[in-house]
């Protein structure tokens, strides 16, 4: 049985509380923290455990989510059209599509726990440090669903990473990564750049100057490709609804190491 079949099925109790189980006892209109405390549980539902670690990020990532897109001052429609594009891109099920919008909506509240939820979930991923880098990346897609990534937004991005153990040049590159990857994702979602533009922006992607050497865009390539393998971040945590996001971003990583070899063949 999946995480979700497991929550349904009132398992949840041993599995999470803290903020994270506030929430998302919250917004299915039960109070799953209460006379758990957080830390506890045995067995396959305690701390690291792959049930509870989905769990967790499924609740972190919608919350936060909601609470950036809020940073402004308002939400915007672009910001509304994101989430729901990564809620049909999850093929979430009624219930879930129901949960993960009442944990956006709790995110935008005044009150939102950012550091005790970013903390928590730091905790759940136990030193999962892929897990926590999809994490930021969605967020980053999220913040950029405008096109623009407004003051403050960075600012809590900033605040995030400094959160999850992020180096600020860790930081700057995933958001080359998230920005520039819209250029090389597949059908409608591309977006067509000049053959310029679009080799400046794969280096970016990859992380590497134009002057690496073959050897160095290859390293940086296979690097990328394991940290959003699909399977791996599945078996670290990541929930299964989230595995499509995933292939998709192996996808544009690929097209860019593509945009990047042809470059150099036709300089």
């Known amino acids: 049985m999946s995480w979700w079949g497991k929550l349904l ?4 109790g041993f599995m999470l509380a803290g903020p994270l ?4 006892g919250a917004a299915f209109g039960h109070n799953f923290d209460k006379g758990v405390e957080s830390g506890r549980g045995g ?11 989905q769990t967790a990020f499924f609740t972190a990532v919608f919350s936060v989510m909601g609470h950036l897109a ?10 509304i059209r994101l989430a729901r594009e990564v809620m049909a891109r999850m093929n979430l099920n009624e219930d879930m599509r129901r949960a993960a919008i009442e944990l956006f909506n709790q995110g935008k509240a005044t009150d939102f726990p950012l550091d005790e939820v970013v903390g928590q979930f730091r905790t759940e991923c136990r030193r999962r440090r892929h897990l926590m880098q999809m994490f930021l990346e969605i967020l980053l897609h999220a913040a950029y669903a405008d096109g623009t990534l407004h003051p403050q937004e960075r600012r809590i991005l900033e605040h995030i990473r400094e959160r999850l153990g992020f180096s600020a040049a860790e930081f700057s590159h995933l958001e080359a990564l998230v920005r520039n990857a819209r250029h090389f994702a597949g059908g409608a979602r591309g977006e067509r750049v000049s053959p310029r533009q679009a080799l400046r922006e794969a280096y ?5 100057a134009p002057g690496a050497s073959d ?5 940086a390539y296979r690097r ?14 990541l929930p299964e609804e989230m595995i499509k996001l995933a292939t998709e971003k192996t996808q544009e990583i690929k097209q860019a190491y593509e945009t990047i070899k042809a470059g150099r063949k036709n300089p």
């Open 9 to 12: 099925g009132g398992a949840f």
């Open 21 to 24: 189980g506030a929430l998302i």
């Open 43 to 53: 067995g396959r539902f305690a701390p690291g455990a792959q049930e509870r670690v």
């Open 70 to 79: 809020k940073a402004d001052g308002r939400v915007s429609e672009d910001e």
């Open 204 to 208: 970016e992607v990859l992380g590497v």
């Open 215 to 219: 050897a160095e865009v290859k390293k």
């Open 224 to 237: 990328l490709m394991n940290q959003h393998h699909p399977d791996k971040l599945v078996s670290k945590g």
